[in-house]
């Protein structure tokens, strides 16, 4: 286990830019991903990348908006959303585990506490 604090959410306007920070303490954890979930709704992949940034996955539905990278050194996590729209609204949740990507959320050990993205039209 390993623990979890995102931070960067908040209110943008459709089109604009939000930057999610994710920071990891504990044992050193090897793939991360980025997870959201909308209200009445399932828990979402939306972008992952392993232990060194050589590889990410992202969602088709963020795919050319949203990027996720990592900074080894200060053991954090990142998310640029850009060109945001009011159906990215939901809650972001940083997830970690200790092998390759995954695009499950059951596959996930470790979880932060969710921040709030509200994109408004």
């Known amino acids: 286990q390993v623990q979890l604090v995102e931070s960067g959410g908040g209110l943008v306007q459709a089109g604009g830019s939000l930057r999610l920070s994710c920071v990891a303490a504990?044992?050193?954890?090897?793939?991360m991903a980025w997870f959201r979930q909308a209200p009445g709704k399932e828990r979402d992949f939306v972008a992952g990348?392993?232990?060194?940034?050589?590889?990410?996955a992202t969602a088709d539905s963020v795919k050319g908006r949203f990027t996720i990278s990592r900074d080894n050194a200060i053991n954090t996590v990142y998310l640029q959303m850009n060109s945001l729209k009011p159906e990215d609204t939901a809650v972001y949740y940083c997830?970690?585990?200790?092998?390759?990507?995954?695009?499950?959320?059951?596959?996930?050990?470790?979880w932060g506490q969710g921040t709030q993205v509200t994109v408004s039209s």
């Open positions: 997830a970690a585990r200790s092998l390759s990507i995954r695009r499950t959320a059951d596959e996930y050990h470790s």
């Open positions: 504990g044992r050193t954890v090897y793939a």
């Open positions: 990348i392993n232990w060194n940034g050589g590889s990410t």
